[in-house]
């Protein structure tokens, strides 16, 4: 359910995204302006970018197989890398085309009345990418994030071409064109490289320090005295989906049906953290004498050494691949 409103949320903003970009075009073709063609031409982006959406989160949507065991998430890093390279692209192309409008003569058209389609537009994308980054923030997608702080990137593009534009109307002059072509150039250009080094994290599945933090804050509001410590927590992302390997140390003692209880109990803390069914593979280790002193069961029948200190999980004991110790004082 959820994957099929990503879907139509994105089918939406291509629609809209194409009427976008034709009504710049025709801004262009009535001011002749290179700051406005600039704009006009990321449009082209945008909607490529969009419909490489569409299917990227199609792709994600689509049920684990036999040849895809972690399922089609990793589609939604390389879309929003195709994304992110076109978005580079067009920028470096704005700018090389700029800079030789230096050496060409032209004449501007009218340029109030591209100023105002420039601002129609850039409203309409302030709406679209906040609906979005919001949306792709709240089930983890990478897809409609991207496509939301691309969208935002165009409105602030946007702002300054229409200081732009206000200050080519009163000074008509092809240079100050040339210049705001280039300057934005270079923004969307800026832009791109940030989505795809984003993309590149995700397919490299660099670790995402905040939401591991915030994953941690939520077991350790929730922990359990018997769960003694986690560590070696890895969290890998396959789109909006979560993978986590970790392990759990529990008392010895347990026998395998209290300590699957146990695990089980942890899954679904992090599956309330998560809002949905979170693969989590969770490898138990028994406790051992050491862990006395920061092992928070009052009750234990083996109990070798007093409590001496409470440890707070926190990512920088949790990601280690040991376990927690006691630090003398």
């Known amino acids: 359910m959820r994957e099929k409103k990503n879907l139509h949320i994105q089918v939406i903003v291509l629609l809209v995204g194409t009427g976008l970009m034709m009504i710049k075009f025709g801004a262009w073709w009535i001011s002749n302006s290179n700051a406005i063609l600039t704009d006009a031409a990321e449009s082209i982006v945008n909607v490529v970018a969009a419909a490489l959406g569409v299917y990227a989160l199609?792709?994600?949507?689509?049920?684990?197989?036999?040849?895809?065991?972690?399922?089609?998430?990793?589609?939604?890093?390389?879309?929003?890398?195709?994304e992110g390279s076109l978005v580079l692209t067009a920028g470096v192309i704005m700018i090389v085309k700029s800079v030789y409008g230096f050496t060409e003569e032209r004449e501007l058209g009218a340029i109030d009345y591209g100023l105002y389609i420039v601002i129609f537009a850039g409203v309409v994308n302030l709406v679209m990418g906040?609906?979005?980054k919001k949306r792709g923030k709240k089930v983890n997608s990478l897809a409609l994030e991207s496509s939301g702080n691309h969208l935002l990137s165009d409105v602030y593009s946007?702002?300054?071409?229409?200081?732009?534009?206000?200050?080519?109307?009163?000074?008509?002059?092809?240079?100050?064109d040339n210049a705001l072509a280039i300057l934005f150039g270079g923004i969307i250009a800026f832009s791109g490289l940030k989505i795809v080094r984003?993309?590149?994290?995700?397919?490299?599945?660099?670790?995402?320090?905040?939401?591991?933090?915030e994953?941690?804050?939520?077991?350790?509001?929730?922990?359990?005295?018997?769960?003694?410590?986690?560590?070696n927590f890895r969290v890998v992302k396959y789109g909006p989906k979560l993978h986590i390997d970790s392990h759990l140390t529990l008392p010895y003692y347990f026998d395998v049906e209290r300590m699957h209880d146990e695990v089980e109990q942890v899954n679904?803390?992090?599956?309330?953290?998560?809002?949905?069914?979170v693969e989590m593979f969770i490898h138990v280790d028994p406790c051992i004498e050491e862990a006395c002193a920061y092992c928070l069961m009052e009750d234990c029948p083996v109990r070798k050494h007093a409590l001496k200190e409470k440890i707070d999980w926190n990512y920088s004991n949790v990601i280690k691949n040991q376990k927690h110790a006691y630090q003398k004082s």
């Open 58 to 82: 199609y792709l994600s949507s689509l049920p684990r197989d036999k040849n895809h065991p972690y399922g089609h998430g990793k589609a939604e890093f390389l879309s929003a890398g195709v």
């Open 158 to 176: 946007t702002i300054g071409l229409v200081a732009g534009l206000i200050l080519l109307y009163f000074f008509p002059y092809t240079w100050i």
């Open 130 to 132: 906040l609906i979005l």
């Open 215 to 231: 994953l941690v804050r939520h077991l350790n509001k929730h922990r359990k005295p018997e769960w003694i410590d986690i560590h």
């Open 268 to 277: 679904k803390v992090v599956n309330d953290f998560a809002g949905e069914k």
């Open 198 to 213: 984003k993309s590149v994290a995700g397919i490299m599945d660099e670790v995402d320090e905040q939401l591991i933090n």
